[in-house]
């Protein structure tokens, strides 16, 4: 397998932090590039505690980068508001991507995949890069064929900025292509007394979003039946447990034809 030569786009965050350290320890990656608005100008292994006898200074400029690095991919863990903006700028110049920021729509997936056929490009958008993660969606899905009625309870650390999160906005599309729609809950009437009690719904799935310190990433979904109820849950207590998913679509992402959404279509499950 060839090396990698890997850009870490949000390299100070707490995501991109783990992001560049992974890079760093695996033979098959090199990182070459690390750009954050934050923290310009500091030399990234300093400031990661790497030692490390080469020096790679944080730029703000994605596509100056890219320019000056030659790089093969480039790993995106920024936030939403500029999310589209970076893919945009990273794709025209023909380098392929891996994105694990969230707050995809669909619209914005077409916009994607349009312009990753345009540059001839790949780009792997996942929700969630937690190997756990994408089986907690994938046995979500299946149960939707014997449970037509579920709820989805997802809860992160008080610094994400978006909700619902992508994986339970995923998840929650996952069981709607696999049930029947249960017409006697769309039917009944629910009376809030305070607004959102509910949570968010997508096509009568009721989802709850709950941000507080101490967590990082967790999800249930809860599928209610006759006499019985099902929960499938998957726990991220460490943003490590990202990794290996990472790694997985950075090493298979010359492979891959325009975009792929979501880390399933390369795990044989």
Known sequence: MSRKRIIVNGAAGRMGKTICHMVVNEKNHELVGAVDVINTGQDIFKFLGIDSKKELYINNDIVE??????????IDFTNPEVIMDNIKKVLKTKTNMVVGTTGFDQESIKVVEELANKYDTSIMIAPNFALGAVMMMEFSKKAAKFFNQAEIVELHHDG?????????VKTAE?????????ESKV??????????ARGAEFDDIHIHSVRLKGLVAHQEV???????????????????????????????????DGLV?????????
């Open 174 to 182: 996952m069981i709607a292509e696999n049930r029947e729609k249960p």
């Open 65 to 74: 980068e890219i320019q000056h690095k030659d790089a093969d991919v480039v």
């Open 160 to 168: 994400k900025m978006d909700a619902p999160s992508g994986t339970a």
């Open 187 to 196: 039917k009944r009437k629910f009376i809030e007394n305070l607004e959102g």
């Open 222 to 256: 809860i599928f209610g039946g006759e006499g019985q109820t099902l929960k499938i849950r998957h726990d991220s207590i460490d943003r490590e447990s990202f990794m290996p998913g990472i790694k997985l679509a950075v090493n298979n992402i010359e492979d891959m």
């Open 261 to 269: 959404y979501g880390l399933e279509k390369m795990m044989d499950i």
